[in-house]
């Protein structure tokens, strides 16, 4: 899963669940007492080098219903994404979402180790 279609396997999957803050989204009301709003939701995988690896992401367009806006209010907006990146490899994961109303912007970096070292160091933990 993912945009580069240059991408050689194997592979491991991210799978990435997240939330965004309501309040930190331009939300228009609507007719019907409905809420909308626009973001772009981006998930890019790279190596150590900064070379990027894969990428997916896309926009989120959201009309919300009274009931389905009352349930963000509690928890946040709710976003899922999956991404294919080689699977013995160090990974510098960098997520960004962009708020089209506002043009408001936030990011979230962080690396993950290849598996297998994360392996050896639950096993030197024990």
Same mark, same amino acid.
């Given at each position: 899963m993912? =945009?580069?279609?240059k991408?050689?396997?194997p /592979?491991?999957?991210?799978?990435v669940? /997240? /939330? ?6 331009? /939300? *228009?009301?609507?007719?019907?007492n409905t809420?909308?709003?626009?973001? =772009? ?12 690896l894969?990428?997916?992401g ?6 919300l219903?009274?009931? *389905? ?9 709710p ?10 490899q ?6 960004g979402?962009y ?15 290849a ?12």
């Amino acid at each position: 899963m993912g =945009q580069n279609e240059k991408l050689k396997g194997p /592979f491991r999957r991210l799978s990435v669940d /997240f /939330f965004v803050r309501w309040s930190d989204v331009t /939300f *228009t009301t609507g007719r019907g007492n409905t809420h909308k709003g626009m973001l =772009q939701v981006e998930l890019l995988a790279y190596d150590r080098n900064g070379n990027a690896l894969n990428w997916i992401g896309g926009t989120m367009r959201m009309n919300l219903k009274p009931e *389905t806006w009352a349930a963000v209010q509690k928890s946040g907006i709710p976003g899922h994404l999956e991404l294919d990146v080689p699977r013995d490899q160090e990974i510098v994961l960098s997520t960004g979402v962009y708020d089209y109303d506002s043009s408001r912007a936030g990011t979230l970096q962080i690396d993950l180790p290849a598996p297998q070292e994360s392996a050896k160091a639950q096993e030197g933990s024990r």
